[in-house]
């Protein structure tokens, strides 16, 4: 039972548009969210996170968005570059700190120039 | 400063046969945790580790072992290789679950 869910395996969006990455989870006592960013051939990356308190988390050209009661977040990519095209993870975990992350699988961005 | 270091990064391997994957951290991270990815699959978690001494079982662990014996290493074993283990293996380490997790560049391993 997949409790995280990316229900887009790939986006496309011209250089300098917004993207937007979504997230869906089945679990309303996640708490904590994340994003993690991955190119071909390394690891993923830490990318913005934020807890359940919050409905947003800007953090230079993205931005998390929280709607805790469609169980849904979002990240907004603006404007889009071309080092932007990797595949993202989002991520949920319970009880902030103390419980491991469930990964979604995946949506692969691609920017084009 | 390494972060996490994993090795092999490619391995091919036949049905049957055993290996260990490798990882240590350098940031003194108590957390760490393996996963596979695979696709359609996203990260699943296969073991994870809250300090030296302490191992758990994660997602899917059925068909491998971990030990912790020292804070910076976490290997990861294969008991017998089979072909449904072929994936594309990640260790990561961090502060604490949901905090930045630093991740290793992965281990490609095809069995065959």
Known sequence: DQQVKQNSPSLSVQEGRISILNCDYTNSMFDYFLWYKKYPAEGPTFLISISSIKDKNEDGRFTVFLNKSAKHLSLHIVPSQPGDSAVYFCAASLNFGNEKLTFGTGTRLTIIP | ?112
């Open chain 2, 1 to 112: 400063n390494a972060g996490v270091t994993q090795t092999p990064k490619f391995q091919v391997l036949k049905t049957g046969q055993s290996m260990t994957l490798q990882c240590a951290q350098d940031m003194n991270h108590e957390y760490m945790s393996w996963y596979r990815q695979d696709p359609g699959m996203g990260l699943r978690l296969i073991h994870y580790s809250v300090g030296a001494g302490i191992t758990d079982q994660g997602e899917v662990p059925n068909g491998y072992n971990v030990s912790r014996s020292t804070t910076e290493d976490f290997p990861l074993r294969l008991l017998s290789a089979a072909p449904s283990q072929t994936s594309v293996y990640f260790c990561a380490s961090s502060y604490m679950w949901n905090t930045e997790a630093f991740f290793g560049q992965g281990t490609r391993l095809t069995v065959v």
